[in-house]
């Protein structure tokens, strides 16, 4: 058993819909370099709801509202820098997303439409995702 300080990072993720049914991705300016999508890690003293909304507007430029708490991610191998376990938010929000921060660029796809490489595990949240918009079915409890 490792120590108490090699504990898994904390992360959020946004899956930011938009009114035409599309969704917000982001092209990251430091490696993994590809495309992903908005979140980042938790603060000490912050709410994962808070850094949602942080990180949703410091990337995107948008501000969110947080409709669900979609899923949690925590595949020690999701994340190729660090062990991080990822809390996933379904947001909305209006307007055309700008790269900021550490988003080289920020763009809006739909499900057939996504760029490539998504990097992370996002690909596997993304499916995850559009499955559950199709049929209601949450992501099965993974090992």
Known sequence: MKSGRDTPLVTVDI???????????????????????????VDYGESLEAAALR???????????????????????????????STVFIASARGQPEG??????????GENALPAPIVFDHPQILKDYFHYKRTGERPKVRK
Do not use: M
């Open 15 to 41: 899956i930011i819909e938009v009114e035409d049914g599309r969704i917000v991705l982001i092209e990251r300016k430091n490696p993994p370099h590809g495309w992903a999508l908005p979140g980042g890690f």
């Open 55 to 85: 990180e949703a507007r410091e990337e995107t430029a948008l501000e969110v509202n947080l409709r669900e708490q979609f899923c949690a991610y925590s595949d020690p191998h999701r994340d190729p820098r660090f062990h991080t376990v």
């Open 100 to 109: 900021r921060d550490d988003a080289k660029r920020a763009a809006l796809f």
